[in-house]
């Protein structure tokens, strides 16, 4: 066998190609198909974006009406001037007996700021009005009668009783901050007004800082004043000619400055969202 020639020996070579990493694969490809997405399909301007969702708001509180007649039962909000007490007392401070149904019997103190504010109020009140109005008239001189037993009690007075002095009692009212209506009446068998008061006399007015009416003549007397003489019978306190004057701007209000009837008067107080209530011995 003849040798057979050779040329140069050669390595077999290996084609490379460039692979790119998959991460900017995978990046490309969500590109493009976002790309023909948005292409396909345009979302109009009034229906890009999602609305606004407003959460819903839980129920706004309102008054617990139960708990207020529950916490009015137990708070003795109405009085009368006393039969064993002298006239001419001081008006007493105003008291939040509770608030928001709970009993607080809290003093509010004087502030001489705002004193002198309410003292101009009522002398620029007291200018105002022209007279009283007679809300309801006492019984006839020869039948028994009750007073008034109603909220909003300031003090009381006696006047001379030579007649039925509306008038003095009225003048007298005019004198007694916060006051706004009176009740009129004789008392009769008070051992203090007929020999141990200097005044001497036993027609008494009761001033109040609330309007009331002949339904709320409540007080028939019945008390014993009269000390006990051995074995005689003690005679007991009566009241007659039980009559109402109130502040004739009050009967029929005009609007405060500033301000404008929106509803009333009505039967019933509001019952909105937030409204919080408190009970006062006076207005």
């Given at each position: 066998m003849n040798p057979v020639e050779q040329g140069p020996r050669h390595r077999p070579r290996l084609a490379l190609r460039h692979r790119p990493p998959r991460m900017l694969i995978r990046l490309l490809a969500l590109a493009g198909l976002l790309g023909c997405s948005s292409a396909s399909s345009i979302v109009p301007p009034a229906l890009q974006g999602a609305p606004h969702q407003i959460p819903d708001s839980p129920p706004a509180p309102t008054p617990n009406n139960s708990l207020i007649v529950q916490t009015a039962n137990q708070v003795d909000q109405k009085a009368g001037a006393p039969f064993d007490a002298p006239p001419n007392l001081d008006v007493p401070p105003t008291m939040v007996t509770a608030l928001d149904g709970k009993i607080t019997n809290t003093s509010i103190p004087d502030i001489p700021a705002a004193n002198a504010t309410r003292r101009g109020a009522v002398e620029r009140f007291r200018k105002r009005q022209s007279g009283f109005e007679n809300i309801f008239h006492g019984l006839p001189a020869n039948q028994h009668d009750a007073s008034i037993q109603g909220t909003a009690y300031l003090t009381y007075t006696v006047v001379d009783n030579a007649t039925y002095n509306v008038q003095a009692c009225t003048d007298w009212c005019t004198t007694v901050q916060g006051c706004v209506f009176?009740?009129?009446y004789y008392e009769f068998n008070n051992f203090l007004l007929d020999f141990v008061f200097s005044e001497k006399s036993n027609l008494k007015c009761a001033a109040y800082g609330d309007v009331h009416s002949a339904d709320e003549k409540l007080n028939?007397?019945?008390?014993?004043?009269?000390?006990?003489?051995?074995?005689?019978?003690?005679?007991l306190t009566f009241i007659t000619q039980s009559s109402g004057w109130a502040v004739d701007s009050l009967v029929n209000p005009d609007s405060p400055d500033g301000y404008e009837l929106v509803f009333g008067p009505t039967d019933g107080a509001n019952n909105a969202p937030g409204v919080g209530k408190g009970i006062l011995t006076q207005h």
């Open positions: 009176v009740n009129l028939f007397g019945g008390q014993a004043s009269y000390p006990q003489v051995g074995n005689e019978t003690i005679p």
